[in-house]
């Protein structure tokens, strides 16, 4: 019996022996198994993470700097355009559009080679990062319509504005600074009972009142209000371009989309109510109320004295004006994104240019005031208005050049791209001109 109790307790050594050789030569296999494990658990988790990114992409507005492929002599327009309904979700579908492809600075994809793998096609909509997005595309409801447009009416019904004034903003509300509220002052210096309508996503909001507060504290009429392009557009040749736009139909091409945006929204707005339209780096010098249905020119022949090129920064026009449809159907028609001021000065000057002037313009009942009313200076040469006198030569030069100023012209256009990061020295031309102009007189902007 005692010889039984030690066979059995071999034989359970022996197994003991085999577990734990077994256990030692399947450890490393093991290990190796659940690193396997874990790292594909990390690949899925990886992997989800990409796609959803992508997925998401689409509602994330970008800000990432880009550097731009315009030639330096056309870089001069580029901040004309930069100009929100109440925070509602309703409005956001048309609205956001405007301010979406402010803030992602890549400028809207082109619709995308059908041979694309979808793999492929995601990774490319998610490095460009700008796409038109479900919440772009979607149909406004009616109650974002119906929004828009009680505030519209009950503003102007309020107000009994003497004159109506479009102005559009489409950048951030960070860089809504002192020189576009100088824009909004001098307007109402020269028109104190005039109305403001600031078409703008990022000053329709609490931050955006209080910018403007200064001028509603003074009883001044101003509005900053979200766009609804379906409402605007509608019953013009614009909505089937932006419907095309929002389907993705056609490229937007290289040039930023909202710069183009802002350039058919001014048109539709001054055909749908009359005014006057300004881009926010004008200073307003004398009163425009008496004019009616005129475009400046920004060049002239130096031959034929004849007007070369017009510029849309400053445009004022009556309701419902053939001349504004032309443009309404000129930008719709041949709309081209990638060439630089097609959509914007190239095409009311070749509009215009299609209309004798001896006859047909007579018929269209409008004027073409020469370039000293609103370009009363070149792209080229507005640093030297910022720029005090250094000798008497400079200041007998300055004297006169102000002199004509203040005789022949109606408003001065600052060129934003070129002077933005001018500064204002003390007795330079601008400095007294906006000492003309101004409201708030001791404003730091002017000192």
């Known amino acids: 019996m005692e010889e039984s109790r030690r066979t059995e307790q071999v034989v359970l050594l022996q197994s003991l022996k085999r577990l734990i050789v077994s256990f030692v030569c399947c450890l490393p296999l093991s290990l190796l198994g659940l690193l396997l494990m874990l790292l594909l658990i990390y690949n899925s988790f990886s992997a989800f993470s990409l796609h959803l990114d992508i997925k998401t992409s689409n509602y994330i507005h970008f800000s990432l700097p880009i550097k731009s492929t315009l ?9 004309h355009h930069h100009p929100s309904l109440s925070s509602t979700s309703s409005s956001k579908s ?4 405007l301010l979406a492809v402010k803030e992602t600075s890549l400028g809207f994809v082109q619709k995308q080679n059908v041979s694309l793998t979808k793999p492929e096609r995601r990774r490319r909509k998610h490095k460009r990062g700008n796409q038109l997005t479900p919440a772009m595309t979607q149909k406004p409801q009616g109650k974002s319509r119906h929004i828009f447009k009680t505030r519209i009416k009950s503003f102007l019904s309020k107000s009994s504005c003497e004159f109506l ?10 860089s809504f600074g002192e020189r576009e509220r100088f824009t909004i002052e001098s307007l109402f210096k020269s028109h ?26 003074k009883g001044l009429k101003v509005l900053a209000i979200k766009p609804d392009f379906t409402y605007i557009f509608k019953d013009t040749l614009a909505e089937k371009w932006f419907e095309r736009l929002k389907k993705g139909m056609f490229s937007p091409g290289v040039i930023p989309l909202e710069q183009n945006l802002s350039n058919i929204l001014r048109l539709v707005l001054l055909y749908k109510f009359g005014g006057i339209y300004l881009d926010t780096d ?12 005129v475009i400046g020119a920004q060049t002239v022949d130096p031959v034929t004295r004849k007007w070369s090129r017009l ?5 004022i026009f009556d309701k419902n004006h053939p001349l504004l449809k032309s443009f309404i159907d000129e930008f719709s028609r041949t709309f081209n994104g990638n060439k630089w001021g097609h959509n914007g000065p190239y095409l009311v000057s070749r509009v215009v240019a299609r ?19 609103f370009y009363p200076v070149d792209w080229t040469r507005i640093s030297g208005f910022y720029r005090a006198s250094v000798n008497e030569r400079e200041a007998d030069w300055s004297r006169k050049r102000l002199m004509h100023l ?4 109606l408003a001065v256009h600052l060129w934003n791209r070129e002077s933005k990061n001018l500064r204002i020295e003390e007795g330079s031309i601008i400095q007294k001109l906006m000492s003309d102009s101004c409201i708030f007189c001791n404003s730091s902007f002017l000192h």
């Open 165 to 174: 004034f479009f102005m559009i903003w489409i950048s951030s509300i960070e």
């Open 282 to 293: 004008v200073i307003i010098l004398k009163p425009l109320t008496n004019l009616h249905n």
């Open 406 to 409: 203040r005789k022949h012209s």
């Open 71 to 79: 030639p330096p002599d056309h870089h001069h327009q580029f901040l």
């Open 311 to 315: 510029n849309n920064a400053v445009l």
């Open 94 to 97: 048309d609205s956001s559009l």
């Open 192 to 217: 104190p009972n005039s109305c403001l309508i600031l078409v703008s996503n990022s000053l329709d909001c609490g931050r955006g009142t209080l910018i403007l507060k200064p001028f509603t504290d």
């Open 355 to 373: 209309f004798n002037v001896s006859s047909s313009s007579s018929d269209m009942r409008f004027s073409v005031l020469p370039p000293s009313a």
